[in-house]
């Protein structure tokens, strides 16, 4: 599993409250990856970090921020969760041998 | 733009059939192509990863080939079983970043 730990892995939220989620690796992995999951539009980055301090925005960053301030956690901030942010998130790290990616179980959020 | 698409979306097979699932992408400038298995609720498992200078790669029944040139790649699983049942994804090194394609949902039937 890469040694990747996504915490929490289910969270229930009210609209307008600010939502963290948490990545965390093991294996010093350099690039680290947020996605989102959602029925018919597949896999969207979300915002990725090529090293501490070093992030950058994906195809559907709004609404979310990033913070890496150690090599082994990548965290996903909601400022103010809102509906349409219910879905499902994933945790990606880049494989420096392989280049392939590799991914955290997921976690399930759910904005009410 | 990198786009990458999966054909079929959705296949039903009786147990035993060999089949082959596809992909395209739009730019052949990958580093490398991956394909992953998703069941239900839970996440991404790699099966198998070819590099951008490789022709394909094996994994027990399972084989993947890449023609970076004309931009496809093809899973091909020998021998079916119902245990086979999951969405299929592959995606592309682009960049900094992975970009995925829709998926392919596979159902064996016993």
């Known amino acids: 599993d890469a040694g990747i730990t996504q915490s929490p892995r289910h969270k229930v939220t009210e609209t307008g409250t600010p939502v963290t989620l948490r990545c965390h690796q093991t294996?010093?992995?350099?690039?680290m990856y947020w996605y989102r999951q959602d029925p018919g539009h597949g896999l969207r980055l979300i915002h990725y970090s090529y090293g501490v301090k070093d992030t950058d925005k994906g195809e559907v960053s709004d609404g979310y921020s990033v913070s890496r301030s150690k090599t082994e956690d990548f965290l996903l901030t909601l400022e103010s969760a809102t509906s349409s942010q219910t879905s499902v998130y994933f945790c990606?790290?880049?494989?420096?041998?392989?280049?392939?990616?590799?991914f955290g179980q997921g976690t399930r959020l759910t904005v009410v | 733009k990198q786009e990458v698409t999966q054909i079929p979306a959705a296949l039903s097979v009786p147990e035993g059939e060999n089949l082959v699932l596809n992909c395209s992408f739009t730019?052949?400038?990958?580093?490398?192509l991956q394909w992953f298995r998703q069941d239900p609720g839970k996440g991404l498992t790699s099966l198998l990863l070819?590099?951008?200078?490789?022709r394909e790669q094996t994994s027990g029944r399972l084989n993947a080939s890449l023609d970076k040139s004309s931009g496809r790649s093809t899973l091909y699983i020998a021998a079916s079983q119902p245990g086979d049942s999951a969405t299929y994804l592959c995606a592309v090194s682009y960049g900094q970043n992975f970009v995925f394609g829709p998926g392919t949902r596979l159902s064996v039937l016993p």
């Open positions: 294996e010093n992995h350099r690039y």
């Open positions: 070819i590099q951008s200078s490789q």
């Open positions: 990606a790290i880049r494989d420096i041998g392989t280049g392939g990616a590799f």
């Open positions: 730019d052949s400038a990958i580093y490398n």
